[in-house]
């Protein structure tokens, strides 16, 4: 499976993004997509999965109640639609997909397979 993300871009605090994921190769049905990202000088957390069928999502308490993650297996597509963005959002932003029978909650960055190259979000104050 190939990833690529994109929609990243440059926007106020407060305002809204969303992100792409597109997949390409065989199997996109068969894996859990999560969304990560990597703020300058952190280390790359975890921030959204979604499981196979799209019927089940996991959040990180950090943007609970302002992302929302889902997929379009039709498309071969996840979407990560970003609101109310704050500054400490700002980060680049990557998905990956996983193989895995875990919980959503339980997949660590170890249990990913695949990763995309990252697309930039940056949010002004």
């Known amino acids: 499976v190939q990833l690529q993300a994109s929609g990243g871009g440059l926007v106020q605090a407060g305002g809204s993004l969303r992100l792409s994921c597109a997949a390409s190769?065989?199997?996109?049905?068969?894996?859990?997509i999560g969304w990560w990202r990597r703020a300058p000088g952190k280390e790359r957390e975890r921030v959204a999965v979604v499981n196979y069928m799209g019927t089940s999502t996991y959040y990180e308490d950090f943007v609970k109640g302002r992302f929302t993650i889902s997929r379009d297996n039709a498309k071969n597509t996840v979407f990560l639609q970003m609101n109310n963005l704050r500054p400490e959002d700002t980060a680049v932003y990557y998905c990956?997909?996983?193989?895995?029978?875990?919980?959503?909650?339980?997949?660590?960055?170890?249990?990913?397979?695949?990763w995309g190259p990252g697309t930039q979000v940056t949010v002004r104050p």
């Open positions: 990956a997909a996983a193989w895995t029978s875990l919980e959503l909650s339980q997949v660590g960055i170890r249990g990913y397979d695949y």
């Open positions: 190769g065989r199997g996109f049905n068969d894996y859990v």
